[in-house]
């Protein structure tokens, strides 16, 4: 193929985002439209009748606070990052990974109080399902969070993530921000609509 | 820090030294080069095209001419001929479901938008490369490893799916319902996730590449309108697959964790399911969300491709250019709010079916915009009738004679009669199947010099057009008639009832124009393949065309263009103005060039060109 040339940078462009925070938001943008549609799909089946009043775990508040502390953090985290305080980045991140994990946990054990309270995933009325599902699929987007999160905290101890660096701690910081606002949505959702 | 800038500059230095020395696995396999992806997109989408056509000339047969023995087929079918030469009934509906998945999702939506997505936008709108050559790549294999799960589950022994392409529940959500419902359903439902996936990324890096890598110069009001309807369809894509994802979603967990969404008050053979409480309307809801844009998915890229080979070669700028844009945004936007059209009989309420009613004939109106416009800027053409010429005439008559039959569906009381007949069969064909696959061939007609650097055989693309416009028409047309005689769509066979004997004739005739047609197009794959070596070499700018990618040598290396990305100064649309020298002036032509075609307006542009610093005034 060619190789007789030199890739030109583009003078001024148009309009100009980073690509991959754009893609970034473009792809939180598909994970909207998932949620979007299954709580229309959840309030369509709500109007359509046979429903079941469910009552929703108590663990679900400890852990919307877990998420939101957990946002706090990463937030001072990417604060120190521009101000290249590096071991305040670390330990936030670090944090921010804990709380996460303790959001995950304290997600299995709201399921483990759905259960107490008979309350399954399978074999009731859709209203019970829908309430493993939403969180369930939630969680999943927050394990691939966590993963995300790994990366980035293995490259703050590489002393790769600083003030002329900040692009994937930002990334993960609106991911992760992301994530915890839909969490919050979902359970507001579900408690205004549960029954 | 310092180390750590200068090990990212390894890094970088590194990829490009990669990217240099490609070797065949990098260069055509697993390329990131947007040519070569799209015409992987395009290989693998013609490849499908000829099997989806295979299954439809199958069930045609058995359509037209349900009394005769079809025992021939028992090499390929194998069991699924019966002892008696006849076709299996459950396999007739794996047919249509397989026919209707293929060509919606992996002709018109992979092979299209895949095909022109990737191969214009980083030309017409002067970038070295989509703006992540990655994930450019992961689409494709997420495409191709979709396609490898549904051709395989072709072959299975239950059968592929067999519940329509539209996959409605209970029907799809029972393993048992029928054989198709099985391991087939299974099949689709994980290859469509792996579709939508790669249509996903190929989308974000459409939507993120028109934004910002667009060359100096090239402002939105001057994108050709094959970019804006790349753009939008990206964008309906975007905020409509992840809709169908939520439905396979819950449709996988009633069937395989048996939860009951879309399930209640079920009885096979005479034992109740377990399953309380679900609404299979539901899914339709949440399927048709999808499904409609989906239609316009389809459709807008063609339109855009359309545009631009009709300008070009009616050598005329297009009329309207703001209303077109206009329209395809309103047509994207008008697309999320008519799913129910495809609901009238769900027995949803009268009074939000009118609601839907009007919403839906709504869409007409920019589309007969679109229509008008095409014809205004054909009126009074000095024509050229290329190949691609005429198959995008050929889009717009059956945009118009598709589109004249939604607006009879689009009013609930007729569709009452219409909806699940033939009728519909006919519209959706003309309006989205041929339309869109017309906009498809134009587009390989007129960019294949600049995808292979050689030029197709024009006579045979003309013998090709004729036979398929005409066979479009013969098969479909006679269809609209069936329908309103009340033939159900996805019936095996209808010699049981004595009240559609009469249309046993015009059935046959219909099948023979499908075979015809079907055999045509070999025509057109013949030739493909034959000119991409054989073909005459192509000048460097075949049809006198305006925009970017004909300012790139023959074949444009990775990076497209050998040196400068050109600026653009002009809209694409300077055909035939009056005083040029010539009848077409490229939009890398500053107004400085071209004082004797220049409006006042323009002259006085002149001066923020030189502001640039950029070129110099030639006195
Ligand atoms: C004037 C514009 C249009 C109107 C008012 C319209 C209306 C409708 C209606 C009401 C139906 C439902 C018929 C039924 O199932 O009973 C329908 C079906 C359909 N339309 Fe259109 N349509 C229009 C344009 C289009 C376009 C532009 C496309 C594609 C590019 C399209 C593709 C389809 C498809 C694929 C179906 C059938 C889906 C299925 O049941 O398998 N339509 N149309
Ligand atoms: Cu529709």
Same mark, same amino acid.
């Given at each position: 193929?060619?190789?007789?040339?030199?890739?030109?940078?583009?003078?001024?462009?148009?309009?100009?985002?980073?690509?991959?925070?754009?893609? *970034?938001?473009?792809?939180?943008?598909?994970?909207v439209?998932?949620?979007?549609?299954?709580?229309?799909?959840? *309030?369509?089946?709500?109007?359509?009748?046979?429903?079941?009043?469910?009552?929703?775990?108590?663990?679900?508040?400890?852990?919307?606070?877990?998420?939101?502390?957990?946002?706090?953090? *990463?937030?001072i985290?990417?604060?120190?990052?521009?101000?290249?305080?590096?071991?305040n980045?670390?330990?936030?991140?670090?944090?921010?990974?804990?709380?996460?994990?303790?959001?995950?946990?304290?997600?299995?054990?709201?399921?483990?109080?759905?259960?107490?309270?008979?309350?399954?995933?399978?074999?009731?009325?859709p209203?019970?399902?829908f309430?493993?599902?939403?969180?369930?699929?939630?969680?999943?987007h927050?394990?691939?969070?966590?993963?995300?999160?790994?990366?980035?905290?293995?490259?703050?101890?590489?002393?790769?993530?600083?003030?002329?660096?900040?692009?994937?701690?930002?990334?993960?910081?609106?991911?992760?921000?992301?994530?915890?606002?839909?969490?919050i949505?979902?359970?507001?959702?579900l408690?205004?609509?549960?029954? | 820090?310092?180390?750590?800038?200068?090990k990212?500059?390894?890094?970088?230095?590194?990829?490009e030294?990669?990217?240099?020395?490609?070797?065949f696995?990098?260069?055509?396999?697993?390329?990131?080069?947007?040519?070569?992806?799209?015409?992987?997109?395009?290989?693998?989408?013609?490849?499908?095209?000829?099997?989806?056509?295979?299954?439809?000339?199958?069930?045609?047969?058995?359509?037209?001419?349900?009394?005769?023995?079809?025992?021939?087929?028992?090499?390929?079918?194998?069991?699924?001929?019966t002892?008696?030469?006849?076709?299996?009934?459950?396999f007739?509906?794996?047919?249509?479901?397989?026919?209707?998945?293929?060509?919606?999702f992996?002709?018109?939506?992979?092979?299209?938008?895949?095909?022109?997505?990737?191969?214009?936008?980083?030309?017409?709108?002067?970038?070295?490369?989509?703006?992540?050559?990655?994930?450019?790549?992961?689409?494709?294999?997420?495409?191709?490893?979709?396609?490898?799960i549904?051709?395989?589950?072709?072959?299975?022994?239950?059968?592929?799916?067999?519940?329509?392409?539209?996959?409605y529940p209970p029907?799809?959500?029972?393993?048992?319902?029928?054989?198709?419902?099985?391991?087939?359903?299974?099949?689709?439902?994980?290859? &469509?996730?792996?579709?939508?996936v790669?249509?996903?990324l190929?989308?974000?890096?459409?939507?993120?590449?028109?934004?910002n890598?667009?060359?100096?110069?090239?402002?939105?009001?001057?994108l050709?309108?094959?970019i804006?309807?790349?753009?939008?369809?990206?964008?309906?894509?975007?905020?409509?697959f992840?809709?169908?994802?939520?439905?396979?979603?819950?449709?996988?967990m009633?069937?395989?964790?048996?939860?009951?969404f879309?399930?209640s008050?079920?009885?096979i053979?005479?034992?109740?399911?377990?399953?309380?409480?679900?609404?299979?309307?539901?899914?339709?809801?949440?399927?048709?969300?999808?499904?409609?844009?989906?239609?316009?998915?389809?459709?807008?890229?063609?339109?855009?491709i359309?545009?631009?080979?009709?300008?070009?070669?009616?050598?005329?700028?297009?009329?309207?250019?703001?209303?077109?844009?206009?329209?395809m945004?309103?047509?994207?936007?008008?697309?999320?709010?008519v799913?129910?059209?495809?609901?009238?009989?769900?027995?949803?309420?009268?009074?939000?079916?009118?609601?839907?009613?009007?919403?839906?004939?709504?869409?007409?109106?920019?589309?007969?915009?679109?229509?008008?416009?095409y014809?205004?800027?054909?009126?009074?053409?000095?024509?050229?009738?290329?190949?691609? &010429?005429?198959f995008?005439?050929?889009?717009?008559?059956?945009?118009?004679?598709?589109?004249?039959?939604?607006?009879?569906?689009?009013?609930?009381?007729?569709?009452?009669?219409?909806?699940?007949?033939?009728?519909?069969?006919?519209?959706?064909?003309l309006?989205?199947?041929?339309?869109?696959?017309?906009?498809?061939?134009?587009?390989?007609?007129?960019?294949?010099?600049?995808?292979?650097?050689?030029?197709?055989n024009?006579?045979?693309?003309?013998?090709?057009f004729?036979?398929?416009?005409?066979?479009?028409?013969?098969?479909?047309?006679?269809?609209?008639?069936?329908?309103i005689a009340?033939?159900?769509?996805?019936?095996?066979?209808?010699?049981?009832?004595?009240?559609?004997?009469d249309?046993?004739?015009?059935?046959?005739?219909?099948?023979?124009?499908?075979?015809?047609?079907?055999?045509?197009?070999?025509?057109?794959?013949?030739?493909?393949?034959?000119?991409i070596?054989?073909?005459?070499?192509?000048?460097?700018?075949?049809?006198?065309?305006?925009?970017?990618?004909?300012?790139?040598?023959?074949?444009p290396?990775?990076?497209?263009?050998?040196?400068?990305?050109?600026?653009?100064?002009?809209?694409?649309?300077?055909?035939?103005?009056?005083?040029?020298?010539?009848?077409?002036?490229?939009?890398?032509?500053?107004?400085?060039?071209?004082?004797?075609?220049?409006?006042?307006?323009?002259?006085?542009?002149?001066?923020?060109?030189?502001?640039?610093?950029?070129?110099?005034?030639?006195?």
């Amino acid at each position: 193929m060619a190789e007789s040339f030199k890739i030109v940078e583009n003078p001024e462009k148009p309009l100009s985002m980073h690509p991959k925070k754009f893609a *970034l938001w473009l792809f939180l943008v598909t994970i909207v439209m998932i949620f979007a549609s299954l709580t229309s799909a959840y *309030l369509v089946k709500k109007g359509d009748g046979n429903w079941r009043t469910v009552d929703l775990p108590s663990l679900f508040w400890v852990t919307s606070g877990i998420i939101v502390v957990s946002s706090a953090v *990463l937030h001072i985290a990417y604060r120190a990052a521009k101000k290249d305080l590096i071991e305040n980045v670390k330990w936030g991140l670090l944090i921010t990974l804990v709380l996460g994990i303790a959001f995950t946990v304290g997600q299995f054990y709201s399921w483990g109080q759905l259960i107490d309270n008979n309350i399954y995933l399978v074999g009731g009325n859709p209203s019970e399902s829908f309430v493993y599902l939403l969180s369930g699929f939630h969680l999943l987007h927050v394990v691939g969070g966590l993963i995300f999160g790994i990366v980035v905290t293995v490259n703050a101890f590489k002393y790769k993530v600083h003030s002329k660096s900040t692009t994937q701690i930002e990334m993960f910081a609106t991911y992760w921000h992301f994530v915890g606002a839909l969490w919050i949505y979902l359970f507001v959702f579900l408690m205004l609509n549960h029954q | 820090m310092s180390t750590a800038e200068a090990k990212i500059a390894e890094e970088v230095g590194h990829d490009e030294h990669h990217e240099h020395h490609g070797n065949f696995f990098t260069n055509y396999i697993f390329s990131t080069d947007h040519k070569v992806i799209a015409k992987q997109f395009l290989i693998t989408g013609i490849f499908w095209a000829m099997i989806g056509g295979a299954l439809s000339v199958i069930f045609r047969m058995q359509l037209g001419f349900p009394e005769s023995s079809l025992s021939w087929l028992k090499p390929i079918l194998g069991q699924w001929i019966t002892a008696e030469g006849k076709l299996d009934p459950e396999f007739y509906l794996a047919l249509v479901t397989m026919h209707g998945t293929i060509m919606v999702f992996f002709v018109l939506t992979a092979g299209l938008s895949g095909t022109f997505s990737n191969f214009l936008i980083p030309l017409q709108i002067g970038a070295r490369d989509m703006a992540s050559g990655f994930m450019n790549m992961l689409s494709y294999w997420f495409f191709f490893a979709s396609s490898v799960i549904m051709f395989i589950s072709l072959f299975i022994e239950t059968g592929p799916a067999s519940g329509g392409w539209v996959i409605y529940p209970p029907l799809s959500a029972l393993p048992q319902a029928m054989n198709g419902s099985g391991l087939g359903m299974s099949m689709w439902l994980v290859a &469509m996730a792996l579709f939508i996936v790669s249509t996903l990324l190929g989308g974000i890096n459409y939507i993120t590449t028109v934004i910002n890598l667009r060359t100096k110069g090239l402002s939105f009001s001057k994108l050709p309108l094959t970019i804006w309807a790349f753009f939008l369809t990206a964008v309906i894509g975007l905020l409509s697959f992840p809709v169908l994802f939520s439905a396979a979603l819950l449709l996988i967990m009633d069937r395989n964790f048996g939860t009951s969404f879309f399930l209640s008050d079920i009885y096979i053979n005479g034992e109740a399911l377990p399953n309380q409480g679900g609404s299979p309307v539901l899914f339709q809801h949440l399927f048709w969300f999808l499904g409609h844009p989906e239609v316009y998915i389809v459709l807008l890229p063609a339109l855009g491709i359309t545009s631009e080979v009709i300008s070009t070669n009616a050598r005329k700028p297009i009329f309207g250019y703001m209303a077109m844009v206009g329209s395809m945004i309103v047509i994207g936007f008008l697309s999320f709010i008519v799913w129910a059209h495809h609901m009238f009989v769900t027995g949803m309420n009268p009074f939000l079916g009118s609601v839907f009613t009007l919403l839906t004939l709504i869409i007409a109106v920019p589309s007969a915009i679109k229509v008008f416009n095409y014809i205004t800027t054909l009126w009074g053409a000095n024509i050229k009738l290329t190949p691609a &010429m005429l198959f995008s005439i050929g889009l717009v008559s059956f945009f118009i004679s598709g589109g004249l039959t939604g607006i009879f569906l689009g009013n609930s009381p007729v569709d009452i009669q219409l909806h699940d007949t033939y009728f519909v069969v006919a519209h959706f064909h003309l309006v989205m199947g041929s339309a869109s696959f017309f906009g498809m061939l134009a587009g390989v007609y007129h960019w294949f010099p600049k995808m292979f650097g050689r030029m197709m055989n024009a006579k045979l693309g003309y013998i090709h057009f004729w036979l398929t416009f005409t066979g479009v028409y013969l098969v479909f047309f006679p269809l609209h008639y069936i329908g309103i005689a009340g033939f159900p769509r996805r019936y095996y066979s209808f010699t049981n009832f004595n009240a559609f004997n009469d249309f046993a004739d015009l059935n046959m005739f219909v099948s023979v124009a499908a075979i015809i047609t079907f055999v045509a197009q070999f025509i057109f794959v013949f030739n493909f393949f034959y000119s991409i070596w054989k073909g005459k070499l192509a000048p460097a700018n075949p049809w006198g065309s305006n925009t970017l990618e004909w300012t790139t040598p023959r074949f444009p290396g990775h990076g497209n263009w050998p040196g400068e990305i050109p600026t653009v100064y002009r809209w694409p649309y300077d055909y035939s103005k009056p005083g040029a020298k010539e009848d077409f002036i490229p939009q890398h032509i500053p107004y400085s060039e071209t004082p004797e075609s220049n409006t006042p307006e323009e002259n006085e542009k002149i001066k923020l060109e030189s502001g640039n610093g950029d070129i110099e005034i030639k006195a």
